[in-house]
């Protein structure tokens, strides 16, 4: 034998055997099962009038179950509109103040007044800004 291998079945035998002896089980609880329906049916034939003379089954344990909770109506809500956005040209100073705004096609008068302004000063830059339309 090798080494470190204990003598006796192995782990494949083992569970093997164990696998038979299950499925014997389960012919056997057939078979009783089957047996209970013949002799139900042989009552049955011959009057069934004898209730107390009944073969008993093995009758399984259900387990209870809890009763099921409402569940609460959800809420309802609303989707907000969607907002439309316009896009601007916005002239800011050094401070982030608004010097004046353009719309969008005006591109050429907003630089104009960048020009302008930063020749008074240097701290001033042009910037697209999405705002949201008035209704």
Same mark, same amino acid.
């Given at each position: 034998?090798?080494?470190?291998?204990?003598?006796?079945?192995?782990?494949?035998?083992?569970?093997?055997?164990?696998?038979?002896?299950?499925?014997?089980?389960?012919?056997?609880?057939?078979?009783?099962?089957?047996?209970?329906?013949?002799?139900?049916?042989?009552?049955?034939?011959?009057?069934?009038? &004898?209730?107390? %003379?009944?073969?008993? #089954? /093995?009758?399984?344990? =259900? *387990?209870?179950?809890?009763?099921?909770?409402? +569940?609460?109506?959800?809420?309802?809500?609303?989707?907000?509109?969607?907002?439309?956005?316009?896009?601007?040209?916005?002239?800011?100073?050094?401070?982030?103040?608004?010097?004046?705004?353009?719309?969008?096609?005006?591109?050429? &008068?907003?630089? %104009?007044?960048?020009? #302008? /302004?930063?020749?008074? =000063? *240097?701290?001033?830059?042009?910037?697209?800004? +999405?705002?949201?339309?008035?209704?």
């Amino acid at each position: 034998m090798a080494r470190g291998r204990k003598a006796g079945p192995t782990r494949m035998d083992l569970r093997r055997q164990a696998e038979a002896a299950e499925s014997k089980d389960k012919e056997k609880e057939e078979v009783e099962d089957e047996e209970a329906e013949e002799e139900e049916e042989a009552d049955a034939d011959e009057g069934g009038d &004898d209730d107390d %003379e009944k073969p008993k #089954k /093995k009758a399984k344990p =259900k *387990k209870a179950k809890a009763p099921a909770k409402p +569940k609460a109506p959800s809420k309802r809500t609303r989707t907000p509109k969607e907002v439309r956005m316009k896009a601007v040209w916005v002239v800011f100073d050094n401070a982030g103040k608004r010097v004046d705004t353009f719309p969008f096609p005006q591109k050429a &008068d907003a630089e %104009e007044l960048l020009a #302008k /302004k930063l020749e008074e =000063k *240097k701290t001033f830059y042009l910037q697209l800004v +999405k705002e949201q339309m008035e209704a």
